[in-house]
C-alpha cells in the first residue's frame, strides 16, 4: 500500500499546502493559539471546505489542548487536525471489497452523477479493479445521449477486459441496462457495471430516468442494483454536497466515489460529504489511468491530507 500513500500523498498535496499555509499564518500572527486565533482558524478550514461539524470539532480538539498548554508549532496543530479528520471519516468510511458470501451474481451497480463527475472513467477504473481481484465484469452503455459515451465506455471496458453491452445512441437507458443485466446473467458474470448519462440533479425528468432504471433492474432480479454509487467531483467543492443530497432522494445512495482528487486543494469536501450524508465514502479517484481509483481508508487519507511528515 506504499505505493497507495504516495499516490494519494501527492494527489492531496495542493489541499494539504494550503492547510499548512493557513495554519502558519494564524499561528504567526497570533503568536500561538488564542481564541482570536482559534476563530481564524476555524474559518479558513471551512474555506477548506472541510464543512461546519468537522470545523467545529476540530475547533473543541484544539481548544481541549490549549487548556493544556500553549501550541504554537504548526505541525502540532496539523497533527490535531488530522486525528479529528480521521475520527470523522471513520464514521463513513467502508472500504470496498468483493464478498463472495454475500453478493449474488451479477452484483449489479449502478453509478450516477452530474456531468462529467466521473462516471465513465470510474467504471473503466472499477472494470480493471474486479478484473484484477479475478472476476468476470459486464459493463451496459446506458448514457444513451451521445453516440461519443458509447465509444468511450467500449473502449475503457476494451483497456480493463470487460464485456461492454450496447445499443445506438438515442436508445432507452432502461432498456440497454435490462440487456445488460440478461446478458451478465447469461454469462456468468460476477459483476454488472452501469454507466448512466450524467444528469444535473436540479433536472426532474432526467432524474426519473434514473429511477425507471432502478425498477427495471428490479424487475428483472430481486434486489438490483445492489448497490447505486454516486460519483463526485472533489473539484466541486461545497456544490457536492447539495448533489449528493438530491441523488439520493431519488435513488437511494448506497456509496460514493470521489473523483480528481489529484491536483485539487478541495479534498477536505470528503470530511464534509460524509460528515453531513453519513453515506460512505468507497473509492477515491487520483487520476486518469486505469489503476487511479484506490479503496478509501480513512485512515491513509487523514495522513496524506495533513501530516506534516509527508510534506514537500
Ligand atoms: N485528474 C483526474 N481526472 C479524472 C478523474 N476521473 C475522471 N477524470 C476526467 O474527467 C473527465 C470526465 O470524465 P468522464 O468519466 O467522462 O465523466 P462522466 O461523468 O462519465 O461524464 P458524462 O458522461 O459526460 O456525464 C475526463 O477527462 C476524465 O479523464 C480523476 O480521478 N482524476
Ligand atoms: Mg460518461
Given at each position: 500500500m506504499a505505493d497507495f500513500r504516495s499516490r494519494i500523498a501527492r494527489g492531496l498535496a495542493r489541499t494539504r499546502e494550503l492547510l499548512l499555509r493557513d495554519v502558519s499564518e494564524v499561528l504567526r500572527s497570533a503568536g500561538g493559539l488564542d481564541p482570536d486565533s482559534l476563530d481564524e482558524l476555524e474559518d479558513r478550514l471551512l474555506a477548506a471546505d472541510l464543512g461546519v461539524t468537522a470545523a467545529a470539532s476540530i475547533r473543541h480538539r484544539l481548544e481541549e489542548e490549549t487548556g493544556k498548554r500553549r501550541i504554537s508549532e504548526p505541525e502540532r496543530v496539523m497533527a490535531l487536525i488530522a486525528a479529528a479528520v480521521e475520527e470523522s471519516l471513520l464514521v463513513a468510511s467502508r472500504p470496498r471489497h468483493f464478498d463472495e458470501a454475500f453478493i449474488e451474481r451479477p452484483h449489479v451497480v449502478l453509478m450516477v452523477g452530474v456531468n462529467g463527475c466521473g462516471k465513465t472513467t470510474t467504471i473503466g477504473k472499477l472494470a480493471h479493479y474486479y478484473k484484477e481481484e479475478g472476476k468476470e465484469v459486464v459493463v451496459a452503455a446506458a448514457d444513451t445521449y451521445r453516440a461519443a459515451a458509447v465509444e468511450q465506455l467500449a473502449i475503457w471496458a476494451d483497456r480493463a477486459g470487460a464485456y461492454c453491452v450496447r445499443s445506438h445512441e438515442g436508445a432507452d437507458a432502461a432498456a440497454v441496462a435490462f440487456d445488460a443485466l440478461e446478458a451478465a446473467r447469461a454469462q456468468g458474470a460476477d459483476v454488472l457495471l452501469v454507466d448512466t448519462a450524467g444528469r444535473l440533479h436540479t433536472r426532474k425528468g432526467l432524474m426519473e430516468e434514473l429511477a425507471k432504471i432502478r425498477r427495471v433492474l428490479a424487475q428483472k432480479m430481486e434486489g438490483a442494483p445492489h448497490e447505486t454509487v454516486l460519483v463526485l467531483d472533489a473539484t466541486t467543492g461545497q456544490n457536492a454536497l447539495a448533489q449528493a443530497e438530491e441523488f439520493n432522494k431519488v435513488v437511494g445512495v448506497t456509496g460514493l466515489i470521489l473523483t480528481k482528487?489529484?491536483?485539487?486543494?478541495?479534498?477536505?469536501i470528503v470530511v464534509a460529504v460524509a460528515e453531513r450524508l453519513g453515506i460512505p465514502v468507497e473509492m477515491i479517484g487520483v487520476g486518469e489511468e486505469l489503476d487511479d481509483l484506490h479503496p478509501f481508508e480513512a485512515r491513509e487519507f487523514a495522513a496524506a491530507l495533513l501530516s506534516p511528515e509527508t510534506v514537500g
Open positions: 482528487l489529484d491536483g485539487t486543494a478541495r479534498g477536505g
